[in-house]
Every structure is written in structure tokens, then in C-alpha cells.
């Protein structure tokens, strides 16, 4: 049922961890649904995210979403960060089964969650987060 | 080389054994007649469907025929449920059956609930997933026409109180139905010393063929067909024979019964191999369903902070084969609804494992089950955020 891409990524995740002292921190998703995201990111004074890690609580392509979500930002700057959809992550692994399509919204928007994150903290304002409700995606996002 | 494979997901299936495939041949390539027809290929096909029902019939210490052969386990439900409360309506129009039943009985009362006017009772279970015969007791009123009840539950193995039930339902003259799928072929059961007037049983889950299941009527019992048509089965379910099922079913029936008492010791002893090996080993555990009152091939276990889909494929990917009671296994968005009645957080019902043993285990299986798991069961807790909340907050 599963892409080669999403398998290999599931048994080699790229990026496990957390940052200690991370610029940025975002969790999304809530035990109910069976599915949670939390991402750190290290940003530098010219915004070019260079690191990125991430824990998740889910299925296989819960973690293979976020998996692959981490290394397609990891060195872009903030602004191109923003730019990726879920249809990137679902193209990058290969598709994903319907019902699965939720885990890379779910990955869309942990990257969004942890640069909302960095963006209070350091007083900056991004248009691409305008719409962005950081405590509806703690909520259901099938 | 080929990968080292083991089959714990026995409740979802068996593999046939060779002696019920062997016989099962020759009623598809030599022996192949229609056992309504009066010739000889019909009469030598007849007489292999009469001799599977006995051999049914022994095991459950009941008559012949008192066996109907169906097309499986979900159409036997359907058809003492449905059967029963269109035939006999008179009696009154309230089900009583619990939160645990499979599909194939709630979605069956839900149906002549919603479509019939029927009314129904669903009992709540305790956290082992045990029902309260005082409920029971007080959930009968004088509508009360069918009690259903499973004997014991696919996902969690508990073994419900069925003779205790099947008195009440005696005593208050109440038809009592009973989903026994799990427990045929893995217990010993008399449907006279248990007060069973129904129930339902499957081939595929004792080595037997699929396709093919059983339903038990006790004499009396009056059920409207499910199956209209020809005159099998005593007319009461149309269709020609699935001769080859039929026998396969009879001879899997037969073997699962020889020696029953020793295959249930040793199953049990591993079960509970199993069982200890992870409880003791692996801290933030849960053991769903009865601790004794158990199938003897059950282990379901909740590892806390995972989910049981990656959990799945990860045992896979070292050649185990389980099944769990996550949402991401069922296409749907709630866990198992079995473990939810258990009063289990939808997190907990997310990290559900099932494992279930058979005749093919090996004890050898078993520690290679025990050594895979926690490291597996480790190298998830590091991927989760969960974990991560309560190691934080031990440190």
C-alpha cells in the first residue's frame, strides 16, 4: 500500500530528534486522531532554516511525511519554506493512499506551526502565515 | 535466503491443514456432484455433507441436525439476528447485545433498529471487557425477544460468562444468540451445559477452508430465511452446497477437537509466555482484555506513546505478522471501537498490538517475538513527541 520512497523514509527517517535551543518549535495534530507532529528549527540571522528536527507520533506515513517535509526545508530560507504544500511531500514520496493524504497536511503544517513559532518570538510577519490558526491545527485536520 | 516469517494473526485467519485441503480434492475434481441430485455423483456428495455435519455436530455435543452450513461467520450472525427478530415478533421488539459485538452482529441490530423498529440494549463492559450479568438482568423487559452475545471477543480474547447468560435468557424465555467465530476450535464447548439456542461459527478460523460457516439452531428456534430459494439445508438456506467447503469444515471441525485440552495448555503457556515476556520488559504497557478469562491464543497489548500502524510495519519488516486496533489500520478515523468500550484514551486504542498463536507456533517464535519487539517498541518512543513529554519529565 505503501511507496518504496514512503518505506524507506519510514525505516531511515532523516532529521529524528529535537533541538535544545531551537529558534523555532511547532506541534500540530492531537492523540485522538492517532497522529502528532512537533518540529525544532535553527534559523539564522539571514532566515536559511539550518537545522531541522522532528519527532512524530503516527503511522508510517505520518512518519515518512515528516520525514521527507525535513529535508526538503532544511538550508531554504524561511520565505521558500512557506512555499511547501502537501502536494510536495505527497509528490516527493510518490503518492500516498487516499486516506492517507491528511499525514502531509499534517507535515504542511508543522512546518508552518514551528515558523509561526519563530516569527512571535522574534517579532516578524510573514503573509503566508495571515491565515495560519495555530490552535486548529492542534485540532482535527482530516 | 529466504526471510525468517511468523504468522501471529491466527483470529484473522488460519492456513488450511493438508489433510482438510486433501480432503476437500476429491469433491472438486472426482466427486463433484450436486448433493440434490439423485444419481451417484450426487448421492457420494450428499453423503460427504452429511458426514461433515456430524462431525460438527459432535463437537458441540449437539444433533445434526441442529448444524445449517452458511457462507461463513458474518452470514450466520446475520441470519439468527435477522432471522429470529422477523420470525418472531410477536415475542416483543428489544435486542440486548454489548459495545464489543463484531460488525457482523452490532451493524446486523443497528440495521433493525434503524430500518425495523426494533429497539435495542447495548451493554457496557467492564475494563477488562467483561459484561455485568446484573446488567443483563436489568436491561430485560418484557419486549425482550434475543439476547446476543459474542462467547469471545476477535480483538481482546475475553471470554464472556455465556452459560450464566445463556441461564438468564432461559429463565426470562429469551432466545439467546452467540457469536462463537473466536471460540469454536479454540474451547471446548456444549451447547446444551452453556444454554446456547444459536450460534454462529466460521471454517477459516480452525484450519478450514474460507467461505464457509455454521450456524447452530436449537430445535424450536424459528428463524425466517436469510437465503430464499431451493431446498437445502432443511429449507432453510438456499443454494447449492459448497460441497468442498462443507468438507474441509467437517475435517478441520474434527482435528481441531482431537486433543483440544492439550492444545489449549500449550497454547496458553505461550500466550502467557508472551504476554509476561513484554509486560515485564517493557514499562508503559497495557494488557487488553482479561488477564485468565482469555482465549488461549490472545495477546493484546497497548504500548503507550506509538502507534500500531508503524508499530505493524515495523514487525513486518522483521517477518511478523500482527494486527492492531489503530484507526490507520482500519481506513476509518476511531480506533477499535472494542477497546474504546474498555475505557482506554484514544492514544492507548492507538497502540494497540494484537498478536494471536496457533497450531504452527513454535516456542522458538515466541522468543523471537520477545527479543524483535522491544527494541522496536524503543525505536518508535525516540521518533515520538509523546515519549518525549514523559522522559522529560522524569529527567
Known amino acids: ?142 | 535466503m529466504m526471510k525468517k516469517r511468523v504468522y501471529m494473526d491466527y483470529s484473522a485467519t488460519t492456513p488450511m491443514k493438508e489433510e482438510v485441503l486433501e480432503e476437500m480434492m476429491q469433491f472438486m475434481k472426482t466427486e463433484y456432484g450436486n448433493p440434490s441430485s439423485l444419481h451417484s455423483y450426487g448421492r457420494e456428495s450428499k453423503n460427504a455433507v452429511d458426514t461433515a455435519r456430524d462431525r460438527i455436530a459432535e463437537t458441540l455435543n449437539a444433533k445434526s441436525k441442529e448444524i445449517y452450513f452458511t457462507a461463513g461467520g458474518s452470514e450466520s450472525d446475520n441470519w439468527a439476528i435477522k432471522g429470529y427478530a422477523f420470525a418472531n415478533k410477536d415475542k416483543g421488539n428489544h435486542i440486548i447485545t454489548s459495545k464489543i459485538e463484531h460488525h457482523g452482529v452490532l451493524y446486523t441490530v443497528e440495521y433493525l433498529v434503524k430500518e425495523h423498529g426494533f429497539t435495542a440494549t447495548y451493554l457496557d463492559v467492564d475494563a477488562d471487557g467483561l459484561i455485568d450479568l446484573e446488567d443483563l438482568k436489568n436491561a430485560i423487559t418484557e419486549d425482550t425477544m434475543l439476547i446476543t452475545i459474542m462467547f469471545a471477543n476477535n480483538e481482546i480474547g475475553t471470554i464472556q460468562p455465556i452459560k450464566e447468560i445463556g441461564a438468564i435468557a432461559k429463565e426470562r424465555k429469551i432466545a439467546f444468540h452467540t457469536d462463537g467465530v473466536q471460540a469454536y476450535g479454540n474451547l471446548k464447548l456444549d451447547v446444551d451445559e452453556l444454554n446456547i439456542d444459536m450460534m454462529s461459527m466460521s471454517a477459516h478460523k480452525l484450519h478450514g477452508p474460507k467461505g464457509i460457516g455454521a450456524l447452530y439452531i436449537r430445535p424450536g428456534i424459528r428463524l425466517h430465511n436469510l437465503i430464499h430459494g431451493g431446498a437445502q439445508e432443511r429449507k432453510k438456506r438456499a443454494g447449492t452446497e459448497n460441497v468442498p467447503g462443507i468438507v474441509g469444515f467437517g475435517k478441520a471441525a474434527e482435528l481441531a477437537h482431537e486433543n483440544l485440552e492439550e492444545r489449549i495448555q500449550e497454547k496458553t503457556r505461550l500466550r502467557d509466555k508472551m504476554i509476561d515476556g513484554i509486560l515485564e520488559n517493557v514499562p508503559y504497557t497495557i494488557l487488553n482484555g482479561h488477564r485468565t478469562k482469555r482465549l488461549p491464543n490472545n495477546f493484546n497489548i497497548s504500548f503507550r506513546f506509538i502507534e500500531g500502524e508503524s508499530l505493524l510495519l515495523s514487525l513486518d519488516m522483521v517477518g511478523i505478522a500482527g494486527s492492531s486496533g489503530s484507526a490507520c489500520t482500519s481506513g476509518s478515523l476511531d480506533p477499535s471501537h472494542v477497546l474504546l468500550s474498555l475505557g482506554l484514551t484514544h492514544e492507548v486504542a492507538h497502540g494497540s498490538l494484537r498478536l494471536t498463536i496457533g497450531a504452527y507456533n513454535t516456542e522458538e517464535e515466541v522468543d523471537y517475538v520477545l527479543e524483535q519487539l522491544p527494541p522496536i517498541v524503543e525505536r518508535l518512543r525516540k521518533m515520538s513527541p509523546l515519549y518525549e513529554e514523559i522522559e522529560g519529565g522524569n529527567q
Open chain 1, 1 to 142: 500500500m505503501y511507496t518504496e520512497i514512503v518505506m524507506e523514509h519510514f525505516t531511515n527517517p532523516r532529521n529524528v530528534g529535537e533541538i535544545k535551543d531551537a529558534d523555532g518549535v511547532g506541534q500540530v495534530g492531537n492523540p485522538k486522531c492517532g497522529d502528532i507532529m512537533k518540529m525544532y528549527f535553527k534559523i539564522d540571522e539571514n532566515e536559511v532554516i539550518t537545522d531541522v528536527k522532528f519527532k512524530t507520533f503516527g503511522c508510517g506515513s505520518a512518519i515518512a511525511s515528516s520525514s521527507i517535509a525535513t529535508e526538503l526545508i532544511k538550508g531554504k530560507t524561511v520565505k521558500e519554506a512557506l512555499q511547501i504544500s502537501n502536494k510536495k511531500v505527497v509528490e516527493e514520496l510518490g503518492g500516498l493512499p487516499a486516506v492517507k493524504i491528511h499525514c502531509s497536511v499534517l507535515a504542511e503544517q508543522a512546518i508552518k506551526s514551528t515558523i509561526y513559532d519563530y516569527a512571535q518570538k522574534n517579532n516578524k510577519h510573514y503573509e503566508e502565515l495571515e491565515d495560519f490558526d495555530p490552535e486548529a491545527a492542534q485540532e482535527d485536520h482530516h
